[in-house]
């Protein structure tokens, strides 16, 4: 078979057909603009009652294939299973990811992650606000901290600043202070320096080198340990520091994770809405940077 000449054909055909529809329409134009003209509005309506026709026709096709209402609604059910099968595949955090990168976005220089693993920035500095004890803390923390400071006067507990910012020298004196006395109770020098860093980090590695971190206690106690949580004026920093942007950034029974024991009078300042998302959530600053991806 000649399927060239076939079509070829087949558009000359059409091309005549709609020669001859175009020409119809155009000598029925001229018909019914005469009529209306001359006042016979027959052909018109005839016009229009052929389309009034050939529209229910067409509604009326539509209907007879148009799927009943029990079809359609089987059909939305599976389509709601469908979507609910697809989204128990998603991440099942993605809602808590969005928000916790939000925050971040808002406030990454209070956000920083500064552990073990991970140092600060060999350049890094911080507009320093010296406080009346002499403690420096990064002007970024400084209303806020006052704030908790006053309400914790105004509560009826006293307290002191054991420790704010501490630079390279700082840091490195307390780690060899820290070996030299686990060394003198007769451990080796390199157990002495495990022992060390499960409550003092690596210099680079402080949270205190960021400005952002206070070791607070109950005016007059110098002495750190885990016996700090049942102090009263302890307790009212513990539940009230959130308030403040502040979080207790070594909690109980998170060791695991952060790499530093249980340090009740250590506080970190992440800005108001941070540590409410991370105390609401029980994050510590690592689970937040790994909802980050981090």
């Known amino acids: 078979m000649d399927l060239q000449g076939f079509f070829a054909r087949l558009l000359k055909s059409l091309k005549k057909t709609g020669k001859k529809i175009r020409r119809f329409f155009k000598r029925y134009t001229r018909l019914l603009v005469r009529h209306t003209k001359a006042g016979d509005y027959s052909v018109l309506i005839y016009t229009i009652t052929v389309l009034v026709v050939f529209v229910l026709i067409i509604s009326l096709i539509v209907n007879i294939f148009k799927p009943d209402k029990k079809e359609k609604k089987d059909k939305v059910v599976n389509t709601a299973t469908r979507t609910d099968a697809s989204t128990e595949l998603k991440d099942p955090n993605s809602e808590l990811r969005a928000e916790c990168q939000a925050i971040y976005d808002k406030n990454k220089s209070l956000l920083m992650l500064v552990n073990t693993k991970t140092g600060l920035p060999e350049d890094y500095e ?23 400071l006053k309400a914790c006067n105004d509560a009826g507990y006293h307290y002191s600043i054991i420790s704010a910012y501490r630079d390279k020298d700082t840091q490195q004196g307390i780690i060899d202070r820290s070996v030299q006395e686990f060394m003198d109770k007769g451990l080796s020098q390199e157990e002495a320096y495990k022992k060390t860093l499960e409550t003092v980090q690596e210099v680079g590695h402080s949270e205190h080198e960021t400005g952002l971190a206070l070791d607070i206690t109950e005016e007059g106690i110098y002495s750190l340990s885990e016996d700090l949580e049942s102090n009263e004026t302890m307790k009212w920093f513990i539940d009230n520091c959130t308030a403040y942007g502040f ?5 109980k029974d998170k060791a695991d994770i952060t790499g530093i024991s249980y340090e009740p009078w250590h506080f970190r300042y992440v800005g108001a809405e941070a540590a409410e998302f991370m105390t609401k959530n029980n994050l510590t600053l690592e689970e937040f940077h790994s909802l980050l991806g981090n």
């Open 126 to 148: 911080f507009e320093q606000h010296v406080l009346n004890s002499g403690a420096i803390i990064d002007e970024q923390a400084y209303i806020d901290l006052y704030r908790m």
């Open 247 to 251: 979080i207790v950034r070594y909690p």
